[in-house]
């Protein structure tokens, strides 16, 4: 772990926290602006996978909100911070930060506790809240089309800026709220998710049904989704070790949004994304992500930046096993 340790990586989301809050501060968008950058995310989201299509050692899907059939080795604890930047139309500029604590249970069940905080400008810094998840995997052989059943608990106030899923109503406009008005409001959700997931000549396609469930108030089920295309850039490894070989790297695209709920089921009043994503993942350290989403409506803030860095420490408590003896 020399080199890659938590002092690495937290410089390296500070970096990150940086970069995409400069920004945001220069981005005022327009109308014709925003028309302008979902034009322009739709036919980089297109050109990544004509670019893939030409040459395809297998890794982790880089997709930020969608999920694949993928869960946590047995034993193996995985350690995420993953920010969230924005910049919505007459709102203040925020940056959140999500970190994730992800466990193998079984070969069949990962669990993950989520942390997560936003940053707005010209406003303050506060905790938004915790999820737990856990994701079972009912067919243990590799098939077609691969489910994964997805339960989590979220108990967050209105500040969450993570935008982990966005289901329903979800807008722009829930972005507009102090965080003195935000953090007063605690939602208590249940959310699940249907996952389906295939691996075929080396391309991941993913694609996810979410329903969610306000477990404070007499609300209906509200419903959304996520699809993510990716593959790693090489599927044999280089003969040579080296840091930037083209298996170390993936790339892909993600879309995702709200659905509407159950008394108006549908695309009427709800926001959606689209963008680009890519991963790296470092020999024996860390993986970086990263990713931009276009909104595609006037209900959805008009980019995202997200960003990501995980380790993986393997029998995790193995270790300490050894070490008691």
């Known amino acids: 772990m020399t080199g890659h340790g938590p002092v690495s990586t937290m410089q390296c989301i500070h970096r990150c926290n940086s970069v995409a809050t400069n920004v945001a501060k220069t981005l005022q968008l327009s109308c014709d602006i925003r028309k302008a950058h979902v034009r322009a995310g739709i036919v980089f989201a297109v050109l990544v996978l004509f670019l893939l299509a030409g040459s395809c050692v297998a ?4 997709y930020f909100v969608t999920y694949s059939h993928d869960l946590e080795e047995p034993g193996n604890l995985e350690i995420a911070f993953k920010g969230t930047q924005g910049s919505p139309k007459y709102g203040n500029p925020f940056t959140s930060e999500t970190m994730e604590l992800e466990y193998g249970m079984k070969g069949w069940w990962t669990t993950e506790v989520y942390l997560s905080g936003q940053h707005t400008s010209n406003d ?6 915790w999820r737990w998840e856990n994701r079972f995997r009912p067919l243990f052989t590799e098939h ?3 489910p994964v059943l997805y339960v989590e608990y979220e108990n967050t106030n209105l500040g969450d800026r993570s935008l982990l899923e966005v289901t329903g109503h979800d807008s722009v406009a829930d972005m507009l709220l102090s965080n003195a008005q935000a953090r007063g409001e605690t939602e208590r959700e249940l959310e699940l998710k249907l996952i389906l997931s295939s691996n075929t000549h080396g391309w991941n396609i993913s694609e996810n049904f979410i329903t969610e469930k306000d477990l404070n108030e007499d609300e209906p089920w509200e419903f959304g989704y996520a699809l993510g295309v990716s593959r790693p850039l090489a599927l044999a490894a ?4 080296c840091l930037f070989c083209r298996e170390n790297f993936a790339a892909g695209t993600e879309l995702y949004g709200g659905l509407g709920d159950l008394n108006s089921f549908g695309l009427r009043a709800t926001s959606h994304y689209l963008g680009p994503t890519v991963g790296f993942s470092i020999p024996r350290g860390p993986t970086l ?12 803030v008009g980019v995202i930046y997200r960003f990501a860095v995980s380790y993986e420490l ?3 408590f193995g270790h300490f096993h050894r070490r008691t003896e």
């Open 59 to 62: 890794q982790e899907p880089p």
């Open 124 to 129: 303050s810094t506060i905790f938004t809240g």
């Open 144 to 146: 077609a089309i691969n």
């Open 238 to 241: 280089s003969p040579r070790a």
């Open 289 to 300: 992500m990263f990713s931009p989403s276009f909104g595609l409506n006037d209900n959805s």
């Open 314 to 316: 393997q029998q995790i």
